[in-house]
């Protein structure tokens, strides 16, 4: 049976705030912002404590971010982050499932979640959702953890943080009992959303790997006026 995944992130939202605090977190979420339209207004899914949705807002100065997340304690957290960063102007949170997204047909840029979709039993609904939402030309990109075998000389080598370590080992297991992504699993998934363009990346040395793809469409879009 699967664990109660929300309720979990829920109850150690201030843990999981602690451990992804650290930079090689961070410089993973900033990938996610490559390609991004200088004006754009990005959904950050699964948001968490807040971590992707501020880096994704400091490497894209005018970009607008609203961050979702279905965990009430992690929206709280990732609302404290964002009024203490001042950041309040530019990053929304908003408590909500990714499967029901309380935004317009085709009104933002681009759609991001870092860590996210492997945790999501519903991803065709959620894809779905982000189809919807997205401009045509509008970008989608997420990182997940991947089945590449994770050999611990190489997480090591990485960093001996211990943000770091804690969160490898907790997010190997983890994925092991939601899932990982080859190159081909999460090129297939995004295709099968109807996403062109399609690439996927290692990130984390390799632990990590970033699929993006874009809703076809004229390229463009993020200057507002
Ligand atoms: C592993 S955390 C990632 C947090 C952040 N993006 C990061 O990289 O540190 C995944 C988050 O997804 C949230 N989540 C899981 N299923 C969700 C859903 N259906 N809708 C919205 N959020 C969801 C969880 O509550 C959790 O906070």
């Known amino acids: ?7 979990i992130f829920d109850l150690g939202a201030e843990l999981y705030d602690w451990f992804t605090s650290q930079p090689l977190w961070w410089g993973s979420c900033a990938r996610l912002a490559t390609d991004l339209p200088r004006q754009a207004r990005v959904l950050d899914l699964g948001c968490g404590p807040g971590v992707s949705s501020l880096v ?3 490497q894209q ?7 979702v997340d279905l965990a009430w304690r992690m929206a709280r957290r990732a609302r404290q982050h964002v009024l203490r960063a001042g950041l309040d102007g530019r990053v929304t949170v908003v408590r909500a499932s990714a499967a029901c997204l309380p935004c317009r047909d085709a009104s933002v840029d681009a759609v991001v979640g870092h860590s996210f979709l492997y945790l999501v039993p519903e991803r065709q609904q959620v894809l779905a959702e982000c189809w919807r939402v997205l401009r045509p030309g509008g ?7 991947s089945a590449a075998p994770a050999r611990p000389a190489a997480i090591l080598a990485q960093s001996h ?4 370590l804690v969160s490898v080992s907790l997010w190997r297991p983890f994925s092991a009992l939601h899932g990982r992504f080859t ?10 959303a109807g996403f062109e363009d399609v690439s996927t990346e290692p990130v984390l040395g390799g ?16 200057e507002r006026r």
């Open 56 to 58: 994704l807002a400091r």
């Open 61 to 67: 100065p005018e970009a607008r971010i609203i961050g």
């Open 161 to 164: 943080d211990p943000r770091f």
């Open 1 to 7: 049976m699967r664990l109660p995944t929300v309720a």
């Open 183 to 192: 190159p081909g699993a999460l090129t297939r998934l995004l295709r099968a």
């Open 139 to 145: 970008r989608v990109a997420f990182m997940e953890p």
């Open 207 to 222: 632990l990590g790997i970033i699929g993006r793809g874009r809703k076809p469409g004229p390229e463009g879009g993020g």
